[in-house]
């Protein structure tokens, strides 16, 4: 078992920098307009050759109302109608990208995320997955870990046992906060009550895996409020809690700018409220996965952290990273092989790409040798928070200490600090050091010098 996780408020103050999440290295900043279709095409070839198993993640935009804080995209609206066109431009999708692969690779990863995926009628879901498994080889077993993202206000008893007939198996709810003064703030009035009943019925309905998502910063919010959230949503004993930090940004997202900034916490309140977080969370038996996630030990995540096998990629902490991510939809990501690529996140132009029998690729970014290195060595930090530098000599023939000696000298003052533990072997991420994680695993971003920080969130 990992050592828990140890609070150190002065190495906080000093690491706590606005950097990337590492869902990617390099990460979606550094993706550009010559990455284009024909190198999707020549990607999907490759993926066909070499077999390699499929995660599927399906973007569904649409949200009937708007949250403040949410930075995700997105379009809202009353008319449930403007889902037809999209999703007939998204069945165009599939059969493109589906032609190009191979009908035995086998979709172990489903995951369809918004926007509200639910926002779709029962029939539009029914023809959607129907799409989904004429033209993929969908696994009928169960054995898939096949997700969806749940708003609780557009889901009932009868909306999730249709997604369980579908083969989804796993759910992620959206709660941010429970209490009414917050949720009024941030245009997202969700009561404990409607949140409990999408959770019964996935217990009922032997969903694997529920997942909460909570958000610490938001305005209104006080360490006291907060603490009682969370004590609430441990009481419904999700096997997976994700704790985001809030980060402010109007000039970039243009809801954002209904939020009263006087409203928000002060940033020693919100220190406080995740170290509260951290504290209810282990008492109730939670394990720190890292990067604000959080799972009980039999969680699949707990367990693949345990046995070194843990990944990460654009939908988070997984444990299949080995699969090649198709990302269908408007701003859907695919990662396939050394190739990162982008649909347009303009919802028109990605129809109209379509329409054109076309596909919205828009941006992108190949892999090049160095990149491979460094994301190797950022996955095994922001994974298992040690790092062995025999292995990655050996997988990339190189001398780790000489290929990194520039950034030795940092890497020295953060063993001094207590950050981490240095070796001529190893880098061991210390108890003290795991919340910060990501400031390790900005000593090895080439891109980061050259990049504006002002468009990534800070780490605590």
């Not at 909570?214 to 006291?224: F, R, S």
Request: aromatic share 8%; hydrophobic share 40%; with cysteine.
């Amino acid at each position: 078992m990992l050592d828990a996780i140890r609070w150190d408020t002065d190495l906080i103050r000093r690491y706590d920098l606005a950097g990337p999440r590492y869902t990617s290295y390099p990460t979606a900043v550094q993706f550009d307009s010559q990455v284009g279709t024909f190198d999707l095409f020549h990607a999907l070839r490759d993926s066909r050759k070499a077999l390699r198993p499929l995660s599927l993640y399906v973007h569904v935009p649409f949200c009937a109302n708007i949250c403040y804080y949410c930075a995700c995209n997105k379009v809202i609206t009353k008319d449930r109608g403007r889902a037809l066109p999209y999703l007939q431009r998204l069945e165009q999708e599939i059969q493109l990208i589906a032609c190009h692969l191979d009908p035995t690779q086998k979709v172990e990863q489903l995951h369809f995320g918004g926007g509200t995926p639910t926002f779709l009628s029962h029939d539009e879901l029914r023809q959607l997955m129907a799409q989904l498994r004429k033209h993929f080889n969908l696994l009928d077993d169960d054995s898939g870990d096949y997700g969806i993202e749940i708003d609780p206000r557009e889901a009932d008893w009868s909306t999730m046992g249709l997604l369980r007939e579908l083969g989804f198996n796993r759910v992620s709810i959206g709660v941010q906060d429970l209490d009414p003064a917050v949720q009024r703030a941030v245009n997202r009035l969700q009561s404990l009550e409607e949140t409990r009943a999408v959770i019964d019925a996935a217990r009922t309905l032997q969903f694997r895996s529920i997942n909460i998502d909570l958000i610490y910063g938001l305005p209104k919010q006080t360490p006291e409020n907060f603490a009682r959230t969370v004590d609430e949503v441990i009481s419904l004993q999700p096997d997976r809690l994700s704790v985001f930090n809030y980060a402010h940004l109007p000039e970039r997202f243009m809801p954002q700018r209904r939020i009263n900034g006087n409203d928000l916490p002060a940033p020693a309140q919100k220190l406080e409220m995740l170290q509260r977080t951290i504290e209810q969370l282990t008492a109730a038996g939670y394990r720190y996965i890292g990067m604000d996630h959080f799972a009980l030990p039999d969680d699949d995540l707990a367990i693949a952290q345990e046995e070194s096998t843990l990944q990460r990629n654009f939908q988070g902490y997984t444990t299949h990273g080995h699969c090649d991510l198709i990302g269908l939809g408007v701003s859907a990501i695919s990662q396939i092989g050394d190739l990162y690529c982008q649909n347009s996140s303009d919802l028109n132009q990605y129809q109209n790409a379509l329409a054109s029998a076309q596909l919205a690729t828009s941006r992108g970014l190949i892999c090049t040798a160095d990149d491979r290195l460094r994301r190797a060595v950022i996955q095994q930090l922001i994974c298992h928070f040690s790092l062995e530098f025999l292995e990655i000599e050996r997988v990339f023939n190189i001398d780790f200490r000489g290929y990194f000696a520039e950034l030795w000298p940092q890497l020295l003052d953060m063993a001094e600090d207590g950050l981490i533990e240095l070796d001529n072997e190893r880098i061991t991420v210390q108890p003290a050091g795991r919340l910060l994680v990501r400031s390790v695993c900005m000593v090895f971003d080439a891109y980061l010098e050259h990049t504006n920080r002002q468009r990534f969130s800070r780490v605590i």
